[in-house]
């Protein structure tokens, strides 16, 4: 019986059911971890909603104070799944602390402040890792391998979407979601990080960006009533793009856009070879080699199964289909791992930095109307 | 908090651990169930085998003698999950005690026996269920849906199918599947129970059949080698059927289907509408509505998620997508809502006894070459 | 400049336009043609009709007067695009005469109608055809293709379609359709015939048929009012098949499957490979192929294009697409190159008959609800 | 019967055969035309090409002396399907004749040329189009229906695209395509032209344009053999756009994607809905509207036929399928109707006019690596 690993979860709200979820599916799914995942903790802005907290989720204490959890000695690992601008504080010190520590994207509001806590992770000397687990879908991890092993060739041009519709409607209500104060920044924020870390992984790194941003519902109404209040942050945002390797891309992401569920994915072709993701349909890849007989080539529709990387942890036959969840028990399985000595997460808080260094270029190249290095 | 349900799995295999991990999975998910479902014990052939069973899969006891666990006072739920020919004894036995069952497919070899089992069920005035996990899938539930409130009028015809391609290649070595000592029959009672529950469930009952069999690959050589053996069950079955309301329809199940992999849906037309499913893609159900204009009017790809049943047990947004885990916690929280007095569960004993009725008269109907009536 | 082929088209409806809508443009699509095929005279029921068809379609004469035109020595071929109860008398004077005929489909009205006309038009040693260009879609071709070079392996089960929804409305009127006195049959007669002729195609002979019909809608209101009358033929046929090579299939016809438009196709699995086509998609075939590397395999969406049989006589780019027209002029272009000596037509008097053949065999098997043989 | 229109063809090459298609069809397909077309003369590089192509495509006369024919009497219309840089030269005699003219894209090399154009022929009065066929196909006819009648909304953001993969391989030969020299341009003149006009049509003019263009095979041997030869026009063209009505925008045109054949459409995104088109499957239109009930909305695949614009002109059956030929049909057809005062062609040389302007600032744009506005 291996080790318990303790596990601290800051935060009580959605994702954090969503890592609560992982973590009690991880051990069953997954055999011959280092470590025996324990959901030992989980905190919340109060001490009532930690309790509450802890009794839905299944944890064997809660609290109301981040830092004393934290810092507790019974504590291996900190997950961080608060709101966006306390990031900072409780990551910096859990890693003062010593924890391994893995926090949900954006790691932090700046690039200069993922850099910090990189460094500071680094000195450290602990596994850190920033929840992008989208790209840990065994069809992203698939189409890396085509790429790694050549099917693709040179890449040419990659496109990456994330496409979604619940602010399309204009009369839907004002959150915190449409306010700068509170969200920081709109889809480029949001969803961005996630796109363009699958383009970081599969087309390489940014060089430079142009792009621009659309609020297509200025004003909304609070879901009370009352007056409608402006909304400041963008709704959509597309930006052209180079990549240090040559090839050229263009990433659009909205959540104003009918029909566009969760419509998160990309296309990218390369000289010999194509790959297509839509993570609405993500137990799929769509793959075309340029090898097939011309007579018989065509996009393939490959459904992912135990032949591609993490599709055998969970299922034993192709297209019994997993789902976002199962991504997140990748996430965790990724860091168990990694603490325990065996490998490396995909994801650290290099990745987390170097999305946040992408918006910020798209961001200066909306505001300055000019293409814009990427800083590295 | 609520008390606790203790269940105990009775089979230590592949689909124990699927079960394991939606009950670990089903408190998280699920606010406000009537109990909290324990993993308290699980029974192996032997206790060696059981204990490290009840390490992987998170129990708090193991087991090597089922009778003692179905008997064991301190045991709410036996959950059965063993090979087919060990059900009838073992629900038996649990029903005798008392105990609320939920079995595996098919409820037993026979359909006499499954009768047998659903009375002995009704008289112990227990929660019974039979693991028809398929049609829990939110798309299913919502097609159903879709018929209960006149979308799709009158039903015309059904056609279910589930292909597969596991056993194409006649190079792949014998296993228990291919023998009629082992596994009884073929595909017809492997994948047909599930995909005769989609018919039931939308079409309504059966009233006749006639169908024919295919052993395509008539012997396979042992995995360690040697001379080949006599394949004995059918790789394909398929028939023709009418059912009690009118409609007819046509039910084709195969293994050896290059490129299906788990291709397992149905199709309905109905005198208003149509829907369509395919697991391979279980998040989405296309539907047809004719009442939409003339020159707008086509298929609709459906994304399943909160607006959709049980679509919004998992996650808020569609498209972010589940699996077939996820219809395993849908099982689970209908037995346990059952057990605490909130509703019926959907697959009762009752379905798989008719289930096994309807796969009993294809078979006499491929034996006598003629229409067969399906008993009920 | 090839001598010129006079054609007589007989018959003023709407399958005429698409027959000169094809002759028109066949001698432009296609080079080296041994005749240069001229619109040269057309028949209706009146000569004032025929004048206008005459003009309309762009033929240098006109008649109303059938028998006269099949005798005009300045005629090469006749082409029958009559009701179907008038096709046995028109062939068999045309025969007769010595010309060369293609007739739709169907051929006659029964199987020993069809037989006659097969054996008069071999007693007379001319080129005979019938309408069965579906068939000679790129896609379909192809997938012979893959059948012939052992792509796909032995065929092991083949499902065949067409549905549509032009009678899903019970309010839409009666027309001569749904009578039997002018339609001879429902969908079995008026579709059936190109599926069955699929299957053939690709799947080889039937051997014995197991069938069932419905009427859903029993009766209609004349589209000028009045008193509903009965429908009495079928709206929905299906059978299941056996066929002499092994393969077992299933063959589904209705007009009363709402949103199903011209869903006409095949889906058919082998030992090795696998082909599905959809006439709603008719440049494309999907084709799997079990040879493909494990971890990236799926089915193959192929765009036809020159690469593919029949695929170069339009466009040069794959994906330009081409559509119901340009199969009759690829059933023209055979016709024209049989005459010419160059090559058979696929579908010949033979083809015609076969699918009565079977068509008599479905219809039986309803009567007596019993497995049919088909005769040969 | 109506009066015959004498057409004069200025070209015999490959797009000669595609128009001459049209013209032997458009007469059988469609009642009521003004006049009846006639395929007068054809003109070539040679009298001999002239006469050769005559016979093959069915023209009355032929010739090798193009002026003669502009200036010719006897005809009426000068269709130009001659190489781009011919293009200015032809017309403007063509126009200086008083002929009605049709002219294939591009309508001449500069913007300063189409304008040149447009003047004299708004000055001769006659009707004047540019060939850009591609909007007539029914589904974007019915895109724009869609937009026009509300269902759309507010148009949020557009992607048009047009992915080839002739030009994939490196190892295909040098070809006049890839010389600037002969070709003028790479992508971005070649399909460009196309998808910007579905951008106009769609989504209204274009404000300001900022793109990037790459060339992703330098060097290409020709077909015989010997040295490689620079390639100096793109491969690929990209950029991204605003359009003067608010919504955003992205085009990429490409020959080098492997697997993309012919993927040519748009995805548009309204306030209230969505379309998207690919000619892969130029026979659909995919249409969300965000007033179908929550449970049952997502993206119909429409399939075109009488009930959508220009659907009707062909088959009366919904997914009988036209392909790129009937495009052709339809662009006759207008300027056949408009020549005889039945409305206006779509496609005017003003269209030919706006498509050039938007080339030339994207081609300003990669220059100066800046945002740049479009001229009009």
Redesign the interface.
Known sequence: ?PDDLKIAVIGGG?MA??H??AL??L???V?DLPFQPIREVICDATGDLAAEAA????YNRSSGDWRAVVEDPDVDVVDVVLPNDLHLEVVEAALAAGKHVTCEKPLANTAAECAHLLAAAEKAGVVHQTGLNWRLAPAVQ?AR??IEDG?IG?I??F?GFW????G???SSPMTWKYRKESAGSGSLGDTGSHVIDFARYLAGEFASV???S?I?VPERTPAGGGAPEPVDVED?A???A?FTG?A?G?V?L?R????????CGFEL??????VVFD??????LR????R?A??????????M?P??PYGGQ?????????????TKVLQFMELVRAIGGQGDVQTSFLDGLRAKQVEEAVEASIDT???TEVAR
């Not at 104003?256 to 419509?263: D, E, Q």
């Not at 011309?294 to 459904?303: A, C, M, P, S």
């Open positions: 019986m959605y059911r969503a609560s979820v009690a599916a051990p069953v799914y055999d009794r839905r989720f299944g698939q391998r085509l099917t040179e040419r041009d496109r496409l979604a519709d619940f399309a409607d204009a142009v792009g621009l659309r297509h959509d597309a930006f052209l180079e040559g050229y263009y659009q909205t104003s856009s009918p029909g566009r569920k969760n419509h072709h390369g000289s010999k070879g194509s993570w609405e349909r993500m137990n799929e793959v075309y080699d340029s097939d011309k007579d018989r080539q065509g996009f393939r529709t490959v459904l199964g032949a591609q969970f299922w034993r036959v192709p297209g019994y289909q997993i789902g976002f969840g199962e109307r000019a293409w």
